[in-house]
C-alpha cells in the first residue's frame, strides 16, 4: 500500500490541498509553485486576498533558497529553528510574486514535527501553509476535525493530530530592527540575546585584495569589530605572511574568527594552517561553509578570489560565522587534531 508521504505527493502533484499536524494547530498546504493550487486553497480557506501563506520548508539550510539572510538573520535561525518561530524575509525570485501579494516577504517556518519535516524532505519542494479552518473561524486540532469540515474539499489528510502547543513567535527580519509581529513562545528578549558581535581578522595578498575589502565592509556593515591585518594595496607581497598574521590574531583569543582571501584561498590557508591552534577551511560551496563550523569547529575560513563570486562569498562568510560547533563525535576527532599540534 502507498505510505503517508506517497498519498501526500500525489494529491499535491494533482494541485490538490492537503491537511497534516503542526506542532500547534492542523495545518493545510500546497506546492508553493502552483498558481492553480494556491487559487484553491484560497477558495477553501476563503481566505482574504492580502492575507499570504507561511512558506514551510524541511530545514534551515533550504531557507537560502528561498529568502535573503543576513549574518544576524542566520545567527537567529540558528538558534531557533526548528522551532515555535516564524521569520518574515526578503523573498528571491524563486518565490513567485503570487505567493509574497507583490511585497517581496515571505514568511518561513521550519516545523519542529520530525515527521512533518521528513514529510517535507520527501515531497522536495516547500509548502504554502495556513492553518486548517475557514477563515476567521477556530484552526482544527484534530484530523477528524478537519475531515469533518472539508470533506472532499480535500486531496489528502495526514491521519495524525496536532499537538496544541502555542503559536508561534513571529518575528519580521526585513530590516534594521527585529520586530515582534506576534508574541509566542520565544520573546524578543531571547532573539536578541541570539544575536552575537564578534571581533573578526581579516587578511589578504595582492590576488585577494578586493574580496577582502569587500568582506571587511560587509561585517562592519553588521557591526562586527574587524581587525584587517593587510596587505592594503596591489604591490606584490607574500600570502604566508598575511595568513600566519590572522592565525595568530585567532589563536591567540585576540579575534573570535578569522577570514583570509588569495587568488586560490589554498597558499594562505596553509598559511594559516601552520599557527597552533588554527583550523582553517576552504569554503567552495555554502555546505562545507557550514560543516567545517559543525564538524571541524574550524576558527579561520579561506576564500581564492579568481574562482569564486564574491556574493558566494559573503554568504559563506555569514553561514560560517553563525554556525555553532555540534560537539559529539567530532569534539572527539578535533581533539586528536590538537593532540598531533602537541607533538
Do not use: W
Not at 562592519?220 to 596591489?234: L, R
Amino acid at each position: 500500500m502507498p505510505s503517508e508521504f506517497e498519498l501526500a505527493k500525489k494529491a499535491l502533484e494533482k494541485s490538490k490541498v492537503i491537511a497534516f499536524p503542526t506542532e500547534t494547530v492542523m495545518g493545510l498546504g500546497v506546492y508553493f509553485d502552483d498558481e492553480k493550487a494556491y487559487n484553491l486553497l484560497n477558495d477553501i480557506k476563503r481566505r482574504p486576498e492580502d492575507k499570504p501563506y507561511t512558506l514551510m520548508v524541511s530545514n534551515k539550510e533550504e531557507i537560502d533558497k528561498y529568502a535573503y539572510l543576513t549574518l544576524r538573520d542566520r545567527q537567529i535561525i540558528n538558534v531557533f529553528m526548528p522551532g515555535p518561530i516564524t521569520v518574515l524575509l526578503r523573498a528571491k525570485s524563486s518565490v513567485p510574486s503570487y505567493v509574497t501579494h507583490n511585497t517581496g516577504i515571505i514568511g518561513i517556518r521550519v516545523p519542529n514535527m520530525k515527521n512533518i519535516r521528513d514529510l517535507l524532505e520527501y515531497l522536495e519542494k516547500p509548502l504554502l501553509v495556513p492553518s486548517a479552518n475557514r477563515s476567521g473561524e477556530k484552526p482544527f486540532i484534530s484530523y477528524q476535525e478537519v475531515e469533518k469540515e472539508f470533506g472532499n474539499e480535500l486531496g489528502y489528510i495526514y491521519k495524525e493530530n496536532a499537538l496544541g502547543a502555542k503559536p508561534s513567535t513571529i518575528i519580521d527580519l526585513t530590516n534594521d530592527d527585529v520586530k515582534i509581529i506576534r508574541e509566542g513562545p520565544i520573546s524578543l528578549e531571547d532573539i536578541k540575546r541570539s544575536v552575537r558581535i564578534m571581533k573578526i581578522a581579516v587578511g589578504c595578498d595582492h590576488g585577494g585584495l578586493e574580496y577582502k575589502n569587500a568582506i571587511k565592509e560587509h561585517l562592519e556593515k553588521s557591526g562586527h569589530q574587524v581587525v584587517d591585518v593587510g596587505t592594503f594595496n596591489h604591490d606584490s607581497c607574500h600570502y604566508p605572511t598575511f595568513g600566519i598574521a590572522v592565525g595568530e590574531k585567532v589563536a591567540s583569543k585576540e579575534c573570535d574568527f578569522g577570514v583570509l582571501v588569495c587568488t586560490s584561498g589554498e597558499g594562505i590557508a596553509i598559511a594559516a594552517n601552520k599557527v597552533k591552534g588554527v583550523r582553517c577551511g576552504i569554503a567552495y560551496n555554502d555546505d562545507v561553509a557550514r560543516l567545517m563550523r559543525e564538524h571541524n569547529n574550524a576558527n579561520v575560513i579561506s576564500f581564492g578570489q579568481k574562482f569564486m563570486k564574491l556574493e558566494d562569498v559573503l554568504r559563506r562568510v555569514d553561514i560560517f560565522l553563525s554556525t555553532e560547533f555540534a560537539g559529539g563525535r567530532h569534539a572527539t576527532r578535533v581533539d586528536i587534531i590538537s593532540a598531533q599540534e602537541e607533538k
